[in-house]
C-alpha cells in the first residue's frame, strides 16, 4: 500500500539531502513533485490541491529555510502533515451504549462488508473481552447471509439464524430482540450493498438506522477504488451520517489514495484496514504509524503488535533459545513460514520495517511471490519427522519422493533445501554476531532469497 506514493517520495527527499540548503524555488519544484506523487496514488483532485496548500507555508517557511539541516525539516513538516491528511490522533471504536451497542456495517457490493465484519467482530470480542453477535440484513446478493453466518463461525462469534423470507428490517428487530435475550454487549449488523449508488439503498439504510439506533456506523470501502473513493464517501455520509470507515485491501497495489481523501471528504476518521484474507487480518488505523510508513521510516510497533498476535510466547522462547545456540531444522523453517503468514506475510512485514523501500531497490525489483510459501509449506510437510529434524538425509531419491507428495517439482524441493542452508548459516552467524550484526542489509537480502 501506498508503495508508488512511498518511492516518489523517498527519491525526492534524497535529492533534497544531497542539496545542503533549500530555496523557495527548490521548495516549489518538491510541492510539484509532491502533488503529481499524490494524484498518481489516486488521491482526489481537491484533496490534493488542499494538502499542497496548506504544506506551502510551512515549507517556505524560516523553520525550513534557516534549518541546519533543510532536508530533514522538509521530511519532518511532510511527515506531520500526513498524519493531519490522515486523520491526525488515533480514532477509537466507540461502544460506550446500553448494551448491546449496535454498530452499522455499510458500504457498495464487492467492498469486503461481510469479511471485514466478522473480522472486527472477532477484534471486538478477543482484544476488548466483549460478547459480540452478527446478523445479515442483505437478502438481495445469493448466499449473503450464509457467507457471514460462516465467517463468524470462523471468527468464534454468534451470527443470527436466518429465516428465509424476512426483510432487513425484520431481521434488524429480531437482531435487536436476540441480542438482548442472549446478553450481548454488541450487535453488528451487515448491511446489503449495491454494485452502485442508488436510492433504494439509501432508503434502506436510513430505515435500518432509524430502527437500530447504531452507536457506530462504518463505511466499508475497498481501498484501492481509485477516484470514485470521494464520491462514495460522501454520499454515504450525506445520507445516514458514518462515524468512521473501514479500508480494506489496505496489503494491495501501490496506490491506496482513497485512504488520503475519504477522511478529508466527510471529516470522519479511518478506524480500522483490512492487510489479508484471513479473520485475523485486521489493524487499528494509527495515522501517524501510516505516515511513518509511507515515508519509509517503517512501523516498528505495529509490527511487534502483529508479532505478538501471531507468536505464542513460549513458541518466540524456544525459537530464540535454538537461534542464541545456532540450531536450525526444517521444523524450525516451517515454524518461521507460519508465523510470517499469520503477521500477514513476508510482504505485510516488509512493508513495516525502516528502510525496506530502498532494499527492494537493492533486490533489482524482484517481487515477493506469496504462493511460494505455500509449496514450500507442502514441501516440508511431506518429509518424515527424521528428514525434518536431519535435512543431510535429503538425498536424490528422497527429494523426489518428496517432491511427488507435495505436488512439486524436484526443482522446487532442490530450491527449498538451498533457502534451508543460506538460512542455516545465517543462524550460525547470529551464534557468533549476535542479532545486531547478522540482521543486516546484506544479511536481510539473503534471508529473502537476494544475492
Request: proline share 3%.
Amino acid at each position: 500500500m501506498f508503495e508508488t506514493f512511498s518511492k516518489k517520495l523517498g527519491k525526492l527527499f534524497d535529492d533534497l539531502r544531497g542539496r545542503g540548503s533549500l530555496s523557495e524555488a527548490d521548495v516549489d519544484a518538491a510541492l510539484r513533485e509532491i502533488r503529481l506523487a499524490l494524484l498518481e496514488a489516486d488521491v482526489a483532485l481537491p484533496v490534493a490541491k488542499a494538502w499542497i496548500a496548506d504544506l506551502k507555508p510551512k515549507l517556505i517557511g524560516q523553520a525550513v529555510t534557516q534549518s541546519i539541516n533543510p532536508a530533514q525539516m522538509v521530511i519532518k513538516l511532510v511527515h506531520d502533515a500526513l498524519v493531519e491528511l490522515l486523520g491526525g490522533a488515533l480514532a477509537p471504536l466507540n461502544l460506550s451504549a446500553q448494551p448491546p451497542a449496535v454498530i452499522l456495517m455499510c458500504g457498495l457490493q464487492g467492498s469486503g462488508k461481510t469479511t471485514s465484519t466478522a473480522k472486527l467482530a472477532k477484534r471486538i470480542a478477543g482484544t476488548m473481552n466483549k460478547r459480540v453477535m452478527v446478523a445479515s440484513l442483505d437478502v438481495y446478493r445469493p448466499a449473503a447471509q450464509e457467507q457471514l453466518a460462516v465467517v463468524a463461525s470462523a471468527a468464534g462469534v454468534e451470527s443470527l439464524e436466518i429465516i428465509a423470507g424476512q426483510m432487513p428490517r425484520e431481521i434488524t428487530q429480531r437482531a435487536l430482540r436476540e441480542a438482548s435475550l442472549r446478553g450481548m454487549d454488541v450487535l453488528m449488523l451487515d448491511t446489503a450493498g449495491r454494485l452502485h449508488l442508488d436510492e433504494a439503498l439509501m432508503q434502506e439504510l436510513k430505515e435500518v438506522k432509524a430502527l437500530a439506533n447504531p452507536i457506530e456506523s462504518l463505511l466499508v470501502a475497498d481501498a484501492l477504488t481509485g477516484q470514485d473513493a470521494v464520491n462514495i464517501a460522501r454520499n454515504f455520509h450525506e445520507a445516514i451520517g458514518i462515524t468512521g470507515l473501514m479500508l480494506t485491501r489496505m496489503d494491495g497495489d501501490g496506490r491506496g489514495g482513497a485512504a488520503l481523501s475519504m477522511h478529508r471528504v466527510t471529516g470522519q476518521p479511518v478506524k480500522f484496514i483490512g492487510v489479508g484474507e484471513g479473520v485475523d487480518a485486521i489493524e487499528v488505523f494509527d495515522p501517524s504509524r501510516m505516515a511513518s510508513r509511507i515515508l519509509d521510516m517503517g512501523d516498528i510497533v505495529s509490527l511487534v503488535e502483529r508479532a505478538q498476535e501471531a507468536v505464542k510466547e513460549e513458541d518466540a522462547q524456544r525459537m530464540a533459545e535454538r537461534m542464541q545456540q545456532g540450531k536450525f531444522d526444517m521444523n524450525d523453517m516451517l515454524s518461521h513460514m507460519q508465523q510470517i503468514k499469520k503477521m500477514g506475510g513476508l510482504g505485510g512485514v516488509m512493508g513495516m520495517m525502516p528502510g525496506m523501500g530502498k532494499i527492494k531497490e537493492m533486490m533489482q525489483g524482484k517481487e515477493i511471490d506469496e504462493s511460494v510459501v505455500r509449496h514450500q509449506e507442502a514441501i516440508i510437510l511431506s518429509m518424515t519427522k527424521a528428514e525434518r529434524a536431519s535435512p543431510t538425509l535429503l538425498n536424490a531419491s528422497r527429494r523426489r519422493r518428496i517432491a511427488s507428495g507435495s505436488g512439486t517439482s524436484v526443482q522446487q524441493v532442490n530450491q527449498l533445501v538451498k533457502q534451508y542452508q543460506q538460512m542455516e548459516t545465517m543462524m550460525k552467524q547470529i551464534k557468533k554476531m549476535g542479532m545486531k550484526g547478522a540482521m543486516n542489509p546484506a544479511g536481510l537480502m539473503r534471508m529473502l532469497g537476494g544475492r
